[in-house]
T-cell receptor, first 110, second 115 residues
Framework: EDQVTQSPEALRLQEGESSSLNCSYTVSGLRGLFWYRQDPGKGPEFLFTLYSAGEEKEKERLKATLTKKESFLHITAPKPEDSATYLCAANAGNNRKLIWGLGTSLAVNP | EAEVAQSPRYKITEKSQAVAFWCDPISGHATLYWYRQILGQGPELLVQFQDESVVDDSQLPKDRFSAERLKGVDSTLKIQPAELGDSAMYLC?????????????FGPGTRLTVT
C-alpha cells in the first residue's frame, strides 16, 4: 500500500538552530514528491516539487532533497516566522492523486 | 499573483441543515480538487474534476455530499444533511494539466462547524 510517513510529529527549535524534517515514502513509481507549508487556519502553501533521486531545491532558508526512499526538508538558521506545519505528499499514479503525510509541526522560539 | 478563491471562510451550521461551499480556481487550471482536513491530519481528497468531469470521487460520501463544476471553471461542494462529524476544514485546490508541472495550489479553506 502506498504510504507517506513524516517525522518528527513536532519539533521545537531555537532561532538560528538548523535542523531537518523527514518524509519517508513507499509508493510504486514515484511521479513527484511535494512539500507544503501550512499556517494555522489556512490552506497549504506550495513550496517544492522533487521528481528524481538526487534532486535538490532551495528557497530562502529551506532546502529539499530526495532519495529513493525519503525526502528531507532542511531548515537553515530558522526564524520565528518559519513556525508552521510542513506537509509532504507523494504522487504515484497517472491521476495526479496525492498521498499525504500527517505533517511536522515546527515551532521556532526567538 | 493568481490565487484560488473560496467562500465562505467560516460556516457554522446546525446538524441536519444543508451547507454549500464555493471555489474559483486559478484561471486556466483545468484540474480542481476538493479536500477535507481534520486538525492534525493531512488533507483527504473528496473529489477531483478534470474540466467539468469527475475523475475521482471514491472518497466522497455520496449519500450526503455532492459536487459540481458545470462550466469547467468554478465549483460547488454541498453537504445535505450536515452531521457533527463533518466539522472540518474544506480545502479547494487547482492545478495545470501540462507535463510534469502539476503542483496543486490551495485556497484559504472553509472552516465548517456543525453544532
Amino acid at each position: 500500500e502506498d504510504q507517506v510517513t513524516q517525522s518528527p510529529e513536532a519539533l521545537r527549535l531555537q532561532e538560528g538552530e538548523s535542523s531537518s524534517l523527514n518524509c519517508s515514502y513507499t509508493v510504486s513509481g514515484l511521479r513527484g514528491l511535494f512539500w507544503y507549508r501550512q499556517d494555522p487556519g489556512k490552506g497549504p502553501e506550495f513550496l517544492f516539487t522533487l521528481y528524481s533521486a538526487g534532486e535538490e531545491k532551495e528557497k530562502e532558508r529551506l532546502k529539499a532533497t530526495l532519495t529513493k526512499k525519503e525526502s528531507f526538508l532542511h531548515i537553515t538558521a530558522p526564524k520565528p516566522e518559519d513556525s508552521a506545519t510542513y506537509l509532504c505528499a507523494a504522487n504515484a499514479g497517472n491521476n495526479r492523486k496525492l498521498i499525504w503525510g500527517l505533517g511536522t509541526s515546527l515551532a521556532v522560539n526567538p | 499573483e493568481a490565487e484560488v478563491a473560496q467562500s465562505p471562510r467560516y460556516k457554522i451550521t446546525e446538524k441536519s441543515q444543508a451547507v454549500a461551499f464555493w471555489c474559483d480556481p486559478i484561471s486556466g487550471h483545468a484540474t480542481l480538487y476538493w479536500y477535507r482536513q481534520i486538525l492534525g491530519q493531512g488533507p483527504e481528497l473528496l473529489v477531483q474534476f478534470q474540466d467539468e468531469s469527475v475523475v475521482d470521487d471514491s472518497q466522497l460520501p455520496k449519500d450526503r455530499f455532492s459536487a459540481e463544476r458545470l462550466k469547467g471553471v468554478d465549483s460547488t461542494l454541498k453537504i445535505q444533511p450536515a452531521e457533527l462529524g463533518d466539522s472540518a476544514m474544506y480545502l479547494c485546490a487547482s492545478s495545470l494539466l501540462t507535463g510534469l508541472s502539476y503542483e496543486q495550489y490551495f485556497g484559504p479553506g472553509t472552516r465548517l462547524t456543525v453544532t
